[in-house]
C-alpha cells in the first residue's frame, strides 16, 4: 500500500527475507537491553505512524500441575513482557510524534475472564502482563493510539496447522481494526475481528 516499513528480526536469514519482501531491516533482539538501545539510534528522527511489537514466544505447553522451571518462566517473561517494556520508553515517542497506532500482539489466552483451563500458565501469565503494559502505557503517551490485538488462532509455527484461521485471514482482520483505531479506543484489547474481549 506504498507504506516504507522497518522491520526487526534476530538473525541474519531472517533479515534477508524482510529485505527481500522490500522492508528496512533492523537487527533486534527484544531480550536483549543492548540490541533495544541500538534500535533506538537507528531510528532516531523517525516518525512512525504504525509500530507494531510482535516478538513472543510460548513456552512450556503445561499449565497448573506442573511447576515450570525458572529458566522457562523467565524466557517467556523476559519476551513477552520485559522486552515490550523496554521498547516502549524507545518506540512510543516516534509514534506520539505522528499521532500514530502502537499495538502489541497479545492472546486470547491473556484474558483473564475467558480463561477455563491452565494449559499454557506462562504464556498465559504473559500475556495478561502484556495487557497490564499496554493499558498503563496509554497513559503515559496520550498523543498515540495502544492496542493489545489478538491475532485469533493461527496457522502458524507457533499455532499449529490445526489453527482455525490463515496467516492472511489474521493479518486482514488486524488491519482493519488497526485502520479503525481512535484515539477514545487508547488502551483497549481487542480481537482480530474487532470484538473487545474482557480483560
Known amino acids: 500500500d506504498g507504506w516504507k516499513v522497518w522491520a526487526a528480526a534476530r538473525d541474519d536469514a531472517a533479515l534477508s ?28 528522527g523517525i516518525k512512525l505512524d504504525l509500530a507494531v511489537y510482535v516478538a513472543g514466544v510460548f513456552g512450556a505447553k503445561h499449565g497448573a ?17 520485559l522486552g515490550a517494556m523496554q521498547v516502549i520508553p524507545t518506540v512510543a515517542p516516534l509514534v506520539e510524534s505522528s499521532k500514530g497506532r502502537f499495538v502489541f500482539i497479545s492472546s486470547g489466552m491473556g484474558s483473564i475472564a475467558e480463561t477455563a483451563s491452565s494449559g499454557g500458565w ?8 502484556l495487557n497490564m503494559v499496554v493499558k498503563t502505557a496509554a497513559a503515559d503517551y496520550p498523543q498515540a493510539m495502544f492496542l493489545a490485538l489478538c491475532p485469533g488462532w493461527v496457522q502458524t509455527d507457533m499455532g499449529g496447522p490445526g489453527a482455525n484461521i490463515t496467516p492472511q485471514q489474521s493479518v486482514a482482520g488486524m488491519r482493519t481494526v488497526i485502520a479503525a483505531l481512535q484515539p477514545a479506543d487508547s488502551g483497549t484489547y481487542r ?7 474482557p480483560w
Open 17 to 44: 527475507e524482510l529485505r527481500a519482501a522490500g522492508a528496512e531491516a533492523l537487527k533486534l533482539d527484544v531480550a536483549s537491553a543492548e540490541s533495544i538501545a541500538a534500535l533506538g539510534w537507528q531510528l532516531d
Open 65 to 81: 500441575l506442573e511447576a515450570p522451571t525458572a529458566q522457562a518462566f523467565d524466557q517467556v517473561m523476559h519476551t513477552n513482557v
Open 191 to 197: 480481537g482480530h475481528d474487532g470484538r473487545v474481549i
Open 122 to 129: 506462562v504464556y498465559r501469565t504473559s500475556k495478561a502482563a
